[in-house]
């Protein structure tokens, strides 16, 4: 990934591949990062681009950040 589209990333809090690895599927990812807030993982959803409708990505984007929070607190608890 190019450094300015990095930034773009960072600052928004999610990633969007738009049919830039195989035409025809998009796919939106966020970090999961550790107690420290270093990245750890990622989680993301693909599906075909012809259902990728613009207007729901704040909620699916929303979906996954919830699950990042969520993934971040069970493994705070683990220690």
């Known amino acids: 990934m190019p450094r300015p589209e990095l930034g773009l990333v960072r600052k928004r ?3 969007i591949n738009d049919q830039l690895t ?3 599927l998009t796919a939106i990812g966020v970090v999961v990062r550790d107690a420290v807030g270093d990245p750890l993982a990622g989680v993301s959803i693909a599906l ?3 259902r990728f409708d613009r207007d729901l990505l ?3 984007v929303h ?3 919830t699950a990042a ?5 069970a ?3 683990r220690r």
Do not use: K, N
């Open 75 to 77: 493994m705070a608890d």
């Open 13 to 15: 809090g999610f990633a």
């Open 48 to 50: 075909p681009t012809a």
């Open 22 to 24: 195989e035409t025809g």
């Open 69 to 73: 929070r969520r993934i971040e607190a």
């Open 58 to 60: 704040p909620a699916w």
């Open 63 to 65: 979906a996954l950040a």
